[in-house]
C-alpha cells in the first residue's frame, strides 16, 4: 500500500473517475430537488398590494437672513473644494433634500468622519 508508485496515466484514471462520480451525484441530486419541489411546494396565494403613498416630509421654513448665509457658506465650501475664489461660482439654485438614509448609516458616516481628525 505505502511505498507503491503510480504512473501518470492511472493518476489521470482515477482522478476523471472521481469527478465522474461526484458531477453525477451532483445531477441526481438537483434532479431529486425538483422532483421533492413539483410534488411537495404549493403556490402562494397572491396577496393584494396595497399602495400607500408617502407624504413628503414638511419643509422647513429658513428665514431670510438664514439663507443668504447658507448661500455664503456653500459658495466658499464649493470654492475651497475647486481651489478657486468666490468670485468665480454663482450659486443660482439650493435644494433641501431629506436625509432618507437609516440611522445606522448615518451613525457610521459619523464615526467614519470622526476617525480622520
Not at 472521481?18 to 453525477?24: E, L, R
Not at 439654485?93 to 470622526?114: A, C, F, Y
Request: hydrophobic residues 45%.
Amino acid at each position: 500500500m505505502f511505498g507503491e508508485t503510480i504512473s501518470f496515466g492511472e493518476g489521470l484514471i482515477v482522478t476523471a473517475l472521481g469527478m465522474s462520480v461526484t458531477f453525477a451525484t451532483l445531477i441526481a441530486l438537483s434532479f431529486l430537488l425538483d422532483l421533492l419541489r413539483m410534488l411537495f411546494y404549493k403556490e402562494p396565494q397572491k396577496a393584494q398590494v396595497q399602495v400607500v403613498e408617502s407624504t413628503p416630509a414638511a419643509e422647513e421654513t429658513v428665514e431670510e437672513g438664514n439663507e443668504e448665509e447658507l448661500i455664503a457658506v456653500i459658495s466658499a465650501a464649493v470654492a475651497a473644494c475647486l481651489q478657486t475664489s468666490t468670485h468665480n461660482i454663482v450659486v443660482r439654485n439650493i435644494v433641501r433634500v431629506g436625509d432618507q438614509s437609516p440611522t445606522w448609516n448615518r451613525l457610521g458616516k459619523v464615526e467614519q468622519m470622526g476617525s480622520r481628525f
